[in-house]
């Protein structure tokens, strides 16, 4: 084997390795990207709007089941959490709005859900399994992404919650 | 003496374990099914009768269990060839293993199947691999059959079983499924089984030209191979239309140690109405020649090291068309169920054969029949296959 | 270089290749491919008793499984 190909799988063995090493990964600690999105009721709200909160970014979809997993237990979080300012938001990336509202009408939550059916968020936070969690820091900063739903998972989230609110 | 309709080979068992694989990182829903068949043609009444049950005990693991029962009666073709009606019964039972973790999906399967005079035992194994971003999907199985063949000697309410020999059967199974667009889907499957032993079924016989008999033929016994080996290709793909529907098209290639080389081809559609209806139709064209030692007359006896006369080994074709309506009546779900439906599903499937002669009809009456053995029409039939099932997920 | 190497070869590359392809259908564009309809197989039943019905007769088998799609979470 000649070094080139040596070396490319060698970086192919270490993204792997990387991947694998588990659903939590420490993002770059980069800015979290701006966006303003619409709610359900037609009404813009911006990410900036929460500057200086803990938010959690989380991104679903009204046929991905381990999102609907997680909604009641995102749902108590945040009503555990918001006095001491933390803001959960849910993006929705369904393509159509009527089967976002009723789920909500059937399940509903009590944190901010904004749509994004033309997915520009979803793109320029890279979200690459559904669900997706980003927990963004009171100063704007990406701290923690996580990817994908198993039970358990909430347990997590609110340790980094916890983490970051005490920051 | 009593025939009975040989019903399975690797048959329901292989199927059923084949349309377990995973891929998809998420195991199925729970869910708890009744199923009610009836077929009706070529001189049989055959029902099926299954219950299923598949329930998840973490996230990551699940087991579903099914049994299954053939009922048969009627005369089949040989049996309208050689006298007398047969009544039987299968029974099978299926116990299916899920794990998955991270992007890894595992099955392991166990399946018995008996009948009065056969039995079958099949391990199977399986392993799938989300892959490149979740849109590749590789799986590979393996699978291992013990059959026990045996003959009613008795009549259908008088049985007498004698076991004439054993089979053994080994298959290795590889798929891709790839995602290629937001709408498409595509897969191709190679299935490669093995056997060994004991092939022919017992109930079946060859017939020879003979001037001394009656009707100017001969019935004798098949002589089979004692191994036999063959390669099937599918290639799939299904297409979300725009305006909510799916078509799905496949193909498959068939060939075997036997000569056998077999064409299958599949379209289906899928029609959502509104929230609560799904109405399907599908259209299968299949083809094969015959197998190198199967004739319908054989000029004399024991003119082949190899006979047969089983219509499965003759050149046929045969054609279905199906419809299939599923209802939701529990769109929104009960209590502990989700959702719940109930569908039928009515096909009409016509079966032709280039070499296999309708022997009995023609030779009732008057004594050697209005042919000269060989001259007999060639066979054809229809068949009116009915499902009737309820779906409960939860 | 002999066989097994010429396959190593081959392989790393593959899989240099696929590390470095970006999937094209993001997780997030996954609504049609969940859509139940698009499903290889809804009715686990009547699919294996329709196989089973055609491979009692017929003098093929197998080839028949099928795996894949779905919305890809987790």
């Known amino acids: 084997m000649n070094n080139s190909t040596a070396n490319i799988f060698k970086r192919c063995a270490l993204a792997a390795i990387v991947i694998a090493s588990g659903a939590f990964a420490a993002d770059a600690g980069g800015p979290a990207p701006a966006f303003t999105l619409t709610d359900l009721s037609g009404q813009p709200e911006a990410l900036s709007q929460y500057k200086g909160q803990v938010v959690m970014v989380n991104f679903w ?3 991905c089941g381990p999102c609907q997993q997680e909604m009641p237990l995102l749902d108590q979080m945040y009503k555990k959490y918001k006095p001491a300012g933390f803001t959960l938001i849910g993006v929705n990336v369904d393509k159509e709005a009527p089967a976002v509202k009723e789920l909500l009408a059937r399940k509903p939550v009590s944190f901010p859900v904004l749509l994004d059916p033309a997915n520009q968020v979803s793109k320029a936070y890279h979200v690459d399994e559904m669900p997706s969690s980003v927990i963004v820091d009171r100063k704007g900063q990406i701290r923690y992404i996580h990817r994908g739903y198993k039970p358990g998972d909430e347990n997590e989230y609110q340790d980094r919650i916890r983490q970051l609110i005490r920051e | ?11 329901l068992v292989a199927t ?10 998420v195991l199925p829903d729970d869910r708890a099914d009744i199923f009610y068949s009836d077929y009706k043609g070529g001189g049989m009444d055959i029902t099926g009768e299954s219950v299923l ?10 087991v579903e269990a099914n049994y299954f029962i053939d009922k048969v009666s009627g005369a089949s073709i040989d049996v309208l060839s050689q006298a007398s009606v047969i009544k039987d019964e299968r029974k099978q039972k299926n116990i299916s293993l899920d794990y998955i973790h991270d992007k890894t999906q595992y099955n392991f399967s166990y399946t018995d199947s008996a009948e009065r005079d056969y039995t079958s035992n099949t391990l199977h194994f399986s392993l799938s691999q989300d892959m490149f971003g979740d849109l590749t999907t590789v799986t590979l199985g393996f699978s291992d059959s013990r059959d026990k063949v045996g003959e009613n000697d008795g009549s259908a309410f008088a049985p007498r079983v004698v076991w004439l020999g054993h089979a053994e059967s080994r298959s290795y199974q590889a798929g891709v499924s790839q995602i290629v667009t937001k709408s498409l889907i595509t897969g191709v499957t190679l299935e490669v089984i093995t056997d060994e032993g004991y092939l022919a079924n017992p109930y079946r016989s060859v ?34 239309l725009p305006y909510r529907a799916a078509a799905s098209v496949s193909y498959r290639y068939f060939s075997d140690t036997w000569g056998i080389h077999g064409n299958t081809i599949e379209l289906g559609y899928t029609q959502p109405i509104s929230n609560l209806w799904i109405l399907e139709g599908r259209l299968r064209h299949y083809s094969q020649n015959h197998a ?23 050149a046929q074709t045969n054609n279905t068309i199906g419809f299939k309506a599923t209802y939701a009546f529990l769109p929104d779900g009960w209590k502990i169920f989700k959702r719940g439906t109930a569908s039928l599903d009515v096909s009409h499937i016509q079966f032709k054969y280039d070499d296999f002669r309708n022997i009995k009809y023609y030779n009732d009456t008057p004594l050697g029949g209005n042919f000269a053995p060989g001259a007999e029409p060639l066979y054809s039939f229809g068949a009116t296959v009915y499902q009737i099932y309820i779906s409960m997920f939860f | 270089m002999n066989t097994a190497m010429k396959l190593a070869v081959i392989a790393a590359m593959l899989l240099q290749g696929a590390c470095s392809i970006q999937p094209w259908v993001k997780p997030y564009e996954r609504d049609r491919l969940a859509d139940p309809i698009m499903s290889w197989d809804r009715d686990v039943i009547s699919g294996a008793y329709e196989d089973h019905i055609y491979e009692s007769r017929e003098g093929s088998r197998g080839g028949t499984g099928a795996a894949g799609g779905g919305c890809g979470c987790n």
């Open chain 1, 61 to 63: 979809a009204t046929w």
């Open chain 2, 1 to 11: 003496m009593s025939k009975t309709y040989r019903i399975v080979r690797l048959g």
């Open chain 2, 16 to 25: 059923f374990l084949l349309a377990r694989p995973g891929g998809g990182a």
């Open chain 2, 53 to 62: 049950v598949r329930k998840k005990f973490s996230e990551n693991f699940s």
């Open chain 2, 207 to 240: 017939r020879y030209l003979d001037p001394t008999a009656a009707l100017g033929y001969s019935l004798g016994s098949q002589v089979y191979p004692n191994t036999h080996t063959s390669t099937a290709v599918e290639g799939r793909a299904k297409y979300f």
């Open chain 2, 292 to 314: 190198i030692f199967y004739s319908d007359l054989f000029p004399y006896a024991d003119s082949q090291n190899f006979v047969a006369r089983d219509q499965d080994l003759a």
